[in-house]
């Protein structure tokens, strides 16, 4: 069992940056690749980033390809998703998520691929 907190979320301008965390406490956190998600009110949870178990490989949905940053320390058990020249579009509740006995370099997109997931947090992008 994996418990997943994030953390960073809040209110922020168009053009500017935040940075969320997502803190995972139970099993190894380095056998995981760690996915980002999206959900805006109502729309579909959707795909942002995902990072492998090491770290080596990442991966980014086009629409934040560019501005957006993952990133992980194994060390901390923590994942981060660095967000820059944010926009309005960008709103959304941001969830972590965890993959357990992941392929090095798969690009995990799919929801239904994770198997542990964070309470979410929001971000808001005024315009």
């Known amino acids: 069992q994996v418990q997943l907190v994030e953390s960073g979320g809040g209110l922020v301008q168009a053009g500017g940056s935040l940075r969320l965390s997502c803190a995972a406490s139970g099993r190894i956190f380095s056998s995981y690749a760690m996915g980002w998600f999206r959900q805006a009110p109502g729309k579909e949870r959707e795909f942002v980033s995902v990072?492998?178990?090491?770290?080596?490989?990442?991966y980014y949905a086009d629409s934040v390809q560019g501005r957006f940053t993952i990133s992980r320390d194994n060390a901390k058990n923590t994942v981060y998703l660095q967000m820059n020249s944010l926009k309005p579009e960008d709103t959304a509740v941001y969830y972590c998520?965890?993959?357990?006995?992941?392929?090095?370099?798969?690009?995990?997109?799919?929801?239904?691929?994770?198997?542990?997931w964070g309470q979410g947090t929001q971000v808001t992008v005024s315009s």
């Open positions: 998520a965890a993959k357990a006995d992941a392929y090095p370099s798969h690009a995990y997109a799919r929801p239904s691929e994770y198997d542990y």
């Open positions: 990072i492998s178990r090491a770290g080596v490989s990442t």
